[in-house]
């Protein structure tokens, strides 16, 4: 019974390509997000969404869209991939009005060749 | 801006042996959560501790807010506490609620 899951956990592509990262949360928050991490092991935020609204985007190349369909469902489209666009990428969501405490999905690894 | 900033960067143990990591954090940081993220790459959950200390097992954290710094002990180490240990801090209210990571501490637990 995964809390945050997320789909693939691996996403091997071609530069170029377009690909999609789906994440679901059954814990009923209110707000998800998508971070990055990077070869460094070093992890960013990326957006946040509140309720099926964008609330934070840290200066993401607008070849990154977030989808929100329901609060309980932040998709990740990724469009003409590049090399540096290869990291782990993980969703994970918060109850913003309560404790805010956030959890995380498995991560998916994107390597684009 | 926000910032993290968490020491060692690396530590290297034998099993048995106990260990603190540390966590500093700046004035717009009002919550705090550790995270360890295993060897296969899932980030679990540890803590979530803004203040005060709470434990788990072998492991347990302390937050002083008020000196802006949060320390995680591991006692009794095994192999499989290996990995590398993040915290972070959370910022913004209400919707701009996010988390700000540390660079984390790589923990090898050798037999």
């Known amino acids: 019974d995964t809390a945050v899951s997320q789909t693939p956990k691996y996403l091997v592509t071609q530069m170029g390509n377009d690909k999609s990262i789906k994440c679901e949360q059954n814990?009923?928050?209110?707000?998800m997000y998508w971070y990055k991490q990077d070869s460094k092991k070093f992890l960013k935020i990326m957006f946040s969404?509140?309720?099926?609204?964008?609330?934070i985007n840290e200066t993401v190349p607008n070849r990154f869209s977030p989808k929100s369909p329901d609060k309980a469902h932040l998709n990740l489209h990724i469009n003409s991939l590049e090399l540096g666009d290869s990291a782990v990428y993980f969703c994970?969501?918060?109850?913003?009005?309560?404790?805010?405490?956030?959890?995380f999905g498995q991560g998916t690894r994107l390597t684009v060749v | 801006g926000i910032q993290v900033e968490q020491s060692p960067p690396d530590l290297i143990l034998q099993e048995g042996a106990n260990s603190t990591l540390r966590c500093n954090f700046s004035?717009?940081?009002?919550?705090l959560q550790w995270f360890h993220q295993n060897p296969w790459g899932q980030l679990i959950n540890l803590f979530y501790?803004?203040?005060g200390t709470k434990q788990n097992g072998r492991l347990s954290a302390t937050t002083v807010a008020t000196e802006r710094y949060s320390l995680l002990y591991i006692s009794s180490s095994q192999t499989t506490d290996s990995g590398v240990y993040f915290c972070a801090g959370a910022s913004g209210g209400g919707s701009n609620y996010k988390l700000t990571f540390g660079k984390g501490t790589l923990l090898t637990v050798n037999p």
């Open positions: 501790i803004p203040s």
């Open positions: 814990l009923g928050h209110d707000t």
């Open positions: 969404y509140n309720n099926k609204e964008l609330i």
């Open positions: 004035d717009s940081v009002n919550n």
């Open positions: 994970a969501s918060s109850q913003v009005a309560g404790t805010g405490e956030a959890f």
